[in-house]
């Protein structure tokens, strides 16, 4: 038998703290804060945020608490203060087409500086072209033009009446409309009365002469209005006289204070020079009237919001490239939105509503992004997939289409943005996304995976203790001593499972951290101790303990039913571990089997019941095999067996209970009595292996537990696969009783030394005839044989079964699929 018990100082990982080297943690405040155990996460991150090429996004895989935000995101600062400002993003008025807003890219800082210099114009102009066109000399060449152009119409006029008049027709004007009368020879207007005196011939005549008149009217209104234009024009170009030369002015100081280079040069020269022209095609709505003043004052303001400058993207005192952070990417601050407002039930907008989302904002740097963010929005996610395929952005408002009234829509011009994404997701979401959609992998090129635990080794514990001090310093916590700091890692040991590694997980040794500082405070003292953490980890477990308080108290008072003396034939203590996501306990569980003579093979319970997962499943159709391997020397067997998890309503998934169902069947079929002291847990193979499970110190101690509360009496122990010797990390507790000799761990390679252990007989190897009677499978042996000699009696044994079958498969119920 090679069962071996372990001896407390192997039960869990005791560190000296010594050899860290520090009188407390306020002495590593100075020491910059590494990547703990992520050095391939390090140099993915490294790379993908270096490499310029495009279709480099980084995909960021970690649990949630491993520090990916937190890292990624200093990495990000670091690398963003390397890198040029980008330049400012502006958006301007498109005097061809308004509807199409015209983007300017000008260098950081210039942005907010041409929006200055153009409300400084529009003051300028408000203020400075009412003045010029009052002056004398403009007043007085106007009026000798608006004279000129009446005395010619004056003369017009007169020649037009005195033609009017030759052929008997009075001529006035009357508001500004040409009014005409029929006269008689003695010049007086003719009535109603004398009309119908004319003979035929006098009305023909005169309705010639009214044609005639009528002729020469709309002769004398064309050449009216072409001289009105030419006053105009004449009006005009005296004003574009006087004002185009400070135009002129005030715009190339805008130019030259604008001195640095850009790209978008020429498209800021084209908008400076329309700015020009529709100004002086505007100047008449400058000089105040007596009519529809109201009417000219909203054109004049038209006509000036025109030269106004949208600053979208304004970073201005930005050092280096933007880090962009969007934890909560809505279509709106995520690609940019255009604002509305409702006059006259018309949803109207301009170009000065525009406002840059999060993409525009991290052009030439980085954005993070979280993938579940993006996938809980469809249309979110389905824009930046069109995005990351294009490079280009177009800002839209996809809502307007829904929208209960009329809009006038805007659709600005379409922008190349330079924007490495950051996407931070969990493995898991990762290749489902990538199933989904195998673009994502030309797109992201640069995979960052961050490690859930890691290596412990000296450096290691050193950068943990360093992650202490900057938690302390960053949050005004009392500095740790070494002895605390060792606990603490040892902590993380317990959560990795493992003696040789430590969690990744590092936002839960925040916590303790955290915990164990108001721990000390409560004691009154400056610094963390060992003792101080050890309560916050004990203090933990009281808060979030409730549930298996209650099932170990339903031990006590035996509603679950739970022997740990005495022996039993064909019943085990089997250990489980019940996951509350937030907090793990093991709890024992009976694992009771029966067997008689029959065909039906080996019925798995919990199988047939639908209460178990398919590694449970798997773990069962494995112990058939390895059963079968046993007798394969007696096949056909003739045997009826089950097995079950006694007082388990809720499910069982996992395969780390199948030795304890071997051992429970094997003693039903031998009829030799197992120790109820000794609780197991542990896989098999086909071999008869012992296999590493999950969770082995909270089986352990959810055991310990109940022994305590049913009375220790130093018999009591757990038999556990030695390959999970390095996993244990017990508790001070567990550690101290089994010092004492109160309570034991034992480890096996084979399942039979389990069996050895728990039986006190030998578990025996197969010979020539069989395997010897005094020996466990021996007294399987001689009862199998008598169970095939039964049912050969009976008959019912007929034809080769091929013992054991597999468990029968599960029933489709009605209604169900």
């Known amino acids: 038998m090679t069962i071996v018990s372990v001896s407390p100082g192997d039960l869990r990982l005791r560190l000296d703290p010594s050899l860290l080297g520090f009188a407390d943690t306020s002495e590593l405040l100075s020491s910059p804060l590494p990547w703990i155990g992520q050095e391939r996460a390090e140099q993915a991150a490294r790379f993908g945020l270096q490499m310029d090429q495009p279709d480099y996004n980084l995909f960021v895989l970690g649990d949630v608490g491993s520090g990916r935000t937190t890292l990624m995101n200093q990495m990000m600062s670091r690398e963003a203060a390397r890198r040029a400002v980008p330049p400012d993003l502006c958006y301007l008025y498109n005097f061809e087409a308004p509807e199409h807003p015209r983007a300017l890219r000008l260098p950081p800082g210039e942005g907010r500086l041409l929006r200055q210099l153009m409300a400084d114009l529009v ?14 000399g403009v007043l007085a060449e106007s009026e ?26 009075g001529l006035m004007r009357e508001q500004g409309r040409l009014v005409f009368t029929q006269c008689d020879d003695s010049g007086e207007p003719l009535t109603a009365g004398k009309a119908l005196e004319l003979t035929r011939e006098q009305r023909a005549d005169f309705d010639a002469a009214e044609n005639a008149l009528r002729t020469e009217i709309s002769r004398f209104l064309e050449k009216t209005r072409a001289r009105e234009l030419v006053m105009n024009e004449s009006l005009a170009a005296l004003r574009r006289q006087m004002i185009e030369p400070m135009l002129d002015h005030a715009l190339q100081e805008i130019r030259n204070q604008l001195r640095k280079q850009i790209k978008d040069s020429v498209k800021l020269a084209q908008y400076l020079d329309q700015a020009q ?29 025109r030269l106004r400058v949208n600053v979208a993207v304004d970073n201005h005192g930005l050092q280096g490239a933007p880090v962009i952070v969007d934890d909560n990417p809505l279509f709106r601050s995520l690609f940019g939105s255009i604002e509305y407002a409702s006059e006259n039930d ?43 395929r294009s490079g280009r952005l177009q800002i839209e408002e996809p809502g307007m289409v829904f929208a209960p009234i009329a809009a006038v829509s805007l659709q600005p011009e379409p922008l190349d943005v330079d924007v490495k994404i950051i996407l931070i997701a969990s493995a898991e979401d990762y290749y489902a996304a990538q199933e989904g959609d195998p673009e994502i992998a030309r797109r992201f090129r640069c995979k960052v995976d961050f490690a859930d635990s890691f290596m412990a080794t000296p450096d290691s514990r050193n950068a943990t203790a360093i992650f202490v001090a900057h938690t302390c310093g960053k949050l005004g916590l009392p500095h ?3 002895s605390a700091v060792c606990v603490l890692i040892e902590a993380t040991h317990r959560e990795a499972e493992d003696q040789t590694r430590q969690s990744a997980i590092f936002a839960r040794t925040e916590a303790l951290v955290m915990e164990s500082a108001a721990m000390a405070r409560t004691r009154g003292v400056t610094r963390v101790d060992a003792m101080d953490v050890q309560a916050a980890i004990d203090a933990r477990a009281h808060r979030h303990g409730y549930p298996e308080q209650r099932l170990q108290e339903s031990i006590v008072d035996g509603e679950r039913l739970l022997q740990v003396t005495g022996e039993r034939v064909g019943q085990v203590n089997g250990l489980t571990v019940v996951d509350l996501v937030d907090y793990q306990f093991g709890f024992p569980v009976r694992v009771t089997a029966s067997t008689h003579a029959g065909e039906e093979g080996l019925l798995n319970i919990e199988r047939e019941v639908e209460l178990s997962g398919p590694i449970h499943d798997k773990g069962v159709l494995i112990l058939h095999s390895y059963l079968s391997a046993l007798f394969a020397h007696l096949a056909p067997l003739a045997l009826n067996a089950s097995v079950v998890f006694e007082q388990e309503y809720s499910g069982v998934e996992g395969d780390s209970a199948s030795c304890a169902e071997f051992y429970a069947l094997l ?16 896989a098999v193979n086909q071999h008869g292996e012992m296999l590493p499970v999950g969770g082995i110190n909270e089986k352990i101690e959810g055991y310990f537990r109940s022994c305590e509360l049913l009375g220790l009496d130093g018999q009591q122990g757990v038999l556990i696969p030695n390959r999970n010797r390095r996993h244990l990390m017990l508790s001070p507790r567990v550690v101290e009783a089994v010092s004492q000799g109160r309570f034991h761990i034992y480890t096996a390679d ?67 699929r």
């Open 123 to 136: 003051k300028t102009l408000q203020a400075e072209i009412p003045k010029r066109l009052l002056a004398g």
């Open 144 to 169: 000798r033009i608006e004279n000129a152009c009446k005395a010619e119409e004056d003369r017009a006029f007169d020649e037009l009446s005195a033609y009017a008049k030759a052929r008997n027709f």
């Open 277 to 305: 022209k529709d100004v002086l095609d505007n100047l008449e709505l400058f000089q105040p009237g007596d009519d529809a003043e109201e009417m000219r004052v909203a054109a004049l303001i038209d006509v000036l919001s």
């Open 346 to 388: 018309v949803l109207v907008t301009d170009f000065s509503r525009i406002r840059a989302g999060s993409l525009l904002k991290a052009h030439g740097g980085f954005l993070m992004l979280h993938l579940r963010d993006l996938l809980s929005d469809p249309q979110v996610w389905e824009k930046l997939r069109r995005f990351l």
């Open 480 to 482: 740790f001593l070494p």
């Open 667 to 682: 003693s039903a079929l031998s009829g030799l009595p197992l120790r109820q002291g000794i609780a197991v847990t542990g």
């Open 750 to 816: 084979m399942a039979g030394d389990g069996m050895e252990l728990l039986t006190g007989r030998i578990f025996g190897s197969l010979s020539a005839g069989g395997y010897p009677a005094d020996t466990v499978l021996g007294r399987a042996q001689r009862t199998l044989r008598a169970y095939r000699q039964a049912c050969e009696t009976s008959g019912a044994h007929q034809r080769p079964s091929g013992w054991p079958r597999g468990p029968s498969p599960r029933r489709i119920r009605p209604g169900r």
